[in-house]
């Protein structure tokens, strides 16, 4: 079956920090990739997604993902983030026509 | 554009009444739909999803139930709730492609 980690349910960061959260997930075959974030009292909505092709995508807001098959790792990243970014952000896997697994998410907290 | 709808938004319920949540989609046909809790640190657990009308799989045994009796209508029940059954739940639909999701507001339910 396939499964989802996410590490550091935590993060803390200032504005203008760099982020990163981790995703590896454990499946071998082909698999389709997400992140999805939920800002404070809205909808949970996608942010990027991978299917094939360029492993580097990039996303709304700034954000971006790189797909590593190597490291069964698909990373988020954002440059410099914005008090605007405290939210959670969810990673998920699928494969085929199968339901998503999501990971548990990580919540980063962005200081001024 | 699709759109999808659940309700109620929020509900107070005492142990041992019934329940039932309703989902919606609108602008779509034949979605698979898929009912999902989220509990803090926990992520999303999926509860059940339908690839069709009357087509209902669950994936976590417990005191739930799901119908689906329209293409477009998913329904979350139970007829006695637990304390346990407390918690955020989420619809969700897919198309065919890649089984991107995209989720409704969710329903805030606490049982007391």
């Known amino acids: 079956a396939q499964s989802v980690s996410q590490h550091n349910h935590h993060v803390i960061l200032s504005e203008a920090a760099s982020l990163e959260l981790g995703c590896n997930y454990s499946y071998g075959g082909t698999v389709n990739l997400f992140w999805y974030v939920q800002y404070p009292g809205q909808h949970l909505q996608l942010l990027l997604k991978?299917?094939?092709?360029?492993?580097l995508v990039k996303g709304i807001k700034g954000f971006e993902a790189e797909f590593i098959k190597s490291k069964f790792s698909f990373n988020l990243r954002k440059p410099s983030v914005q008090w605007s970014d405290t939210a959670e952000y969810f990673c998920a896997v699928g494969s085929g026509n199968t339901p998503l697994v999501f990971g548990k998410g990580t919540r980063p907290s962005v200081i001024a | 554009s699709q759109t999808i709808h659940q309700w109620p938004a929020t509900l107070v319920q005492p142990v041992g009444s019934p329940l039932s949540l309703e989902c919606t989609v609108e602008?779509?046909?034949?979605?698979?739909l898929y009912w999902y809790r989220q509990a803090a640190g926990r992520g999303l657990q999926l509860l059940f999803y339908?690839?069709?009308?009357?087509?209902i799989s669950s994936e976590v045994p417990q005191n739930l139930s799901a119908s689906r009796p329209q293409d477009r209508q998913f329904i979350l029940s139970s007829k006695k709730l637990l304390l346990s059954d407390s918690g955020f739940y989420l619809c969700?639909?897919?198309?065919?492609?890649?089984?991107?999701?995209?989720f409704g507001p969710g329903t805030r339910l606490t049982v007391l």
């Open positions: 602008g779509t046909s034949n979605p698979n």
């Open positions: 991978y299917f094939s092709g360029d492993p």
């Open positions: 969700a639909w897919a198309g065919t492609t890649h089984n991107e999701q995209f």
């Open positions: 339908s690839v069709g009308i009357g087509q």
